[in-house]
């Protein structure tokens, strides 16, 4: 069982075999510590760096599985309510010493679930402008986005960066994309949740990604205490020194402050229209006197 550990500690290695066959070699791991956890953020703010730290970490393992909220409501109903039973279901395939990726907005059946199966909850943030940069690329880059048609049928990135600003409305030929205010929104009360682990993307980074190794190393310690694994100093650092991969699948740049090049005033108005307030509760502004 030790080797079983190991090579499914080597998360990256191992996924590549197949994640069904991963997945089934996870459920068979019994011998850790807990707790569960559940790694999560708004798409494209980046959940798999916050994985990638996680793999790190010891004891700790992916479960081989990634779920979003919409896999357990009706989208074809408005306001359909959350399947709670399913969700717990699945939640509770995740084994003690085990990690599941996500993207889960504070919806109160989530947050129940995660509470009632003594989950532990880390979320990765990132400025939303960036988030806003990084959708519109990889909407359009991506066959395996849902909206990749929509998307590349769009004249520039100029126009696809609004579209994820404001929003793709819903129709016929289109199950619609919600605008960064709606996002931002959706995932705000985990701000203040008392379970949750607020993972800065920016400071995660690094050097690497434009950050500072002091931020990087103070955010690896909060989250190792968070998911009780304290790591000592040397250990900290050997984590930041391996954190950072350009090898995901979903990799473009990982570095902070992109928006800054690829906004236009334009895009600059639309988004202190929808979101400015929310700019600043997640603590990437002071008020909304920022501009390109």
């Known amino acids: 069982?030790?080797?079983?550990?190991?090579?499914?500690?080597?998360?990256?290695?191992?996924?590549?075999?197949?994640?069904?066959?991963?997945?089934?070699?996870?459920?068979?791991?019994?011998?850790?510590?807990?707790?569960?956890?559940?790694?999560?953020?708004?798409?494209?703010?980046?959940?798999?760096?916050?994985?990638?730290?996680?793999?790190?970490?010891?004891?700790?393992?992916?479960?081989?599985?990634?779920?979003?909220?919409?896999?357990?409501?009706?989208?074809?109903?408005?306001?359909?309510?959350?399947?709670?039973?399913?969700?717990?279901?699945?939640?509770?395939?995740?084994?003690?010493?085990?990690?599941?990726?996500?993207?889960?907005?504070?919806?109160?059946?989530?947050?129940?679930?995660?509470?009632?199966?003594?989950?532990?909850?880390?979320?990765?943030?990132?400025?939303?402008r960036d988030v806003v940069i990084s959708q519109a690329h990889y909407a359009a880059g991506s066959r395996r986005h849902p909206l990749h048609d929509t998307f590349s049928a769009m004249p520039d990135l100029n126009a696809r960066i609004s579209a994820c600003i404001c929003g793709v409305p819903r129709s016929d030929a289109s199950a619609g994309y919600p605008a960064i205010d709606e996002f931002l929104r959706w995932y705000r009360p985990w701000l203040t949740d008392d379970n949750t682990c607020v993972v800065?993307?920016?400071?995660?980074?690094?050097?690497?990604?434009?950050?500072?190794?002091?931020?990087?190393?103070?955010?690896?310690?909060?989250?190792?205490?968070?998911?009780?694994?304290?790591?000592h100093d040397d250990a900290i650092a050997r984590v930041g020194q391996r954190l950072f991969s350009a090898s995901s699948a979903t990799f473009r740049r990982g570095t902070a402050g992109q928006w800054r090049s690829q906004f236009t005033d334009e895009h600059v108005a639309m988004f202190k229209a929808s979101a400015a307030d929310l700019l600043v509760e997640f603590g990437y502004e002071q008020d909304d006197s920022w501009g390109v």
């Open 1 to 128: 069982m030790l080797v079983v550990r190991k090579r499914l500690q080597e998360s990256s290695a191992a996924r590549a075999v197949g994640i069904p066959t991963y997945r089934a070699a996870a459920r068979a791991v019994f011998f850790l510590p807990g707790p569960r956890v559940v790694a999560n953020g708004i798409p494209k703010s980046g959940t798999h760096l916050l994985t990638r730290l996680l793999d790190l970490l010891p004891r700790m393992m992916f479960s081989g599985i990634h779920h979003s909220l919409t896999e357990f409501r009706d989208y074809e109903v408005a306001n359909a309510p959350v399947r709670g039973d399913q969700l717990r279901r699945a939640l509770g395939r995740v084994r003690n010493g085990q990690y599941m990726s996500a993207h889960f907005p504070a919806n109160p059946a989530v947050r129940s679930a995660l509470h009632d199966l003594r989950f532990r909850h880390a979320l990765i943030v990132r400025d939303p």
């Open 200 to 231: 800065r993307f920016e400071h995660l980074v690094g050097t690497s990604g434009g950050g500072a190794t002091r931020n990087q190393e103070a955010q690896i310690a909060q989250v190792a205490r968070h998911l009780r694994r304290n790591l």
